[in-house]
């Protein structure tokens, strides 16, 4: 079983930047794809980036392509999810996910576990 914390979240200004982290246990994610979603109330849990196992293909969702910065780093079985230049329309719940499969998808489907989520909040 693979247990996912994130942090990192909390009140930023339009502008900022923010690193968002997620920890895994129960077992090595270096074979595991993993992924960001957000969610705000009211929607669907929105895609925002995936990284292989092998951490060569990383895919931004359009909304925040040129704005984020996706890594990993299994010595310490942790994701990193860097975001630039934060908008009001990022204000969601930040969810990391891992699929038991080496190729990135960008569907919320294909991931076994998930968070519970770090809220992200931007407002001046």
């Known amino acids: 079983q693979v247990q996912l914390v994130e942090s990192g979240g909390g009140l930023v200004q339009p502008g900022d930047s923010l690193r968002l982290s997620c920890a895994g246990s129960?077992?090595?994610?270096?074979?595991?794809?993993m992924a960001w979603f957000r969610q705000t109330p009211g929607k669907q849990r929105e895609f925002v980036a995936t990284?292989?196992?092998?951490?060569?293909?990383?895919a931004p969702a359009d909304s925040v392509k040129g704005r984020v910065t996706l890594s990993r780093d299994d010595a310490k079985n942790t994701l990193y999810l860097q975001i630039y230049s934060l908008k009001p329309e990022d204000t969601a719940v930040y969810y990391c996910?891992?699929?038991?499969?080496?190729?990135?998808?960008?569907?919320?489907?294909?991931?076994?576990?998930w968070g519970q989520g770090t809220q992200v909040t931007v407002s001046s």
């Open positions: 990284i292989s196992a092998s951490g060569r293909a990383v």
């Open positions: 129960g077992r090595t994610l270096n074979s595991f794809a």
């Open positions: 996910a891992a699929r038991d499969d080496p190729y990135a998808s960008m569907l919320y489907k294909d991931y076994n576990y």
